[in-house]
């Protein structure tokens, strides 16, 4: 199969990845942010948590799905369109550098304070989108 047949199959797959991780890169690094002030978990304040964090994820994975699948969608062509015409923009590394930098360079152009968390949140997921879109791409 070309790879210009697996474009749309692989901006979905990172589209519903997206948000999810969005969620639990913002979690992560809040926690890490927060660890001197919180207390320990226990196993039942897990099982509190569960069905709150099923709903989030559901949730996270539509909204983000929604909002990831056009910028994917228009990256990933863009990557591929070029990849196709130029060996150079093949390798894996260069594409999570495009979507990291896309992603902080579209955060800092766009807000006039930065919230670090978020916006190494957002790098994160860009990144593990482009991974996700690249990963399907095989050339000979």
Do not use: K
């Not at 056009?70 to 923009?89: D, Y």
């Amino acid at each position: 199969m070309p790879n210009e047949e697996r474009l749309l199959g692989a901006v979905g797959q990172a589209s519903l990845v997206a948000g999810p991780l969005f969620v639990a890169l913002m979690l992560l690094l809040g926690y890490q942010e927060m660890a001197g002030q919180t207390l320990p978990l226990h196993a039942a304040d897990l099982v509190e948590m569960l069905v709150p964090a099923i709903l989030l994820l559901m949730v996270s994975a539509f909204v983000g799905a929604c909002l990831a699948f056009p910028v994917c969608l228009v990256m990933g062509g863009t990557m591929l369109l070029l990849a196709n015409r130029l060996p150079l923009a093949r390798p894996t590394v260069l594409w999570i550098a495009v979507g990291g930098g896309s992603a902080l360079a579209s955060t800092y152009l766009m807000f006039d304070t930065i919230d670090e968390v978020g916006a190494l949140a957002f790098a994160g997921t860009a990144m593990g989108c482009a991974v996700l879109v690249r990963s399907s791409f095989h050339w000979d």
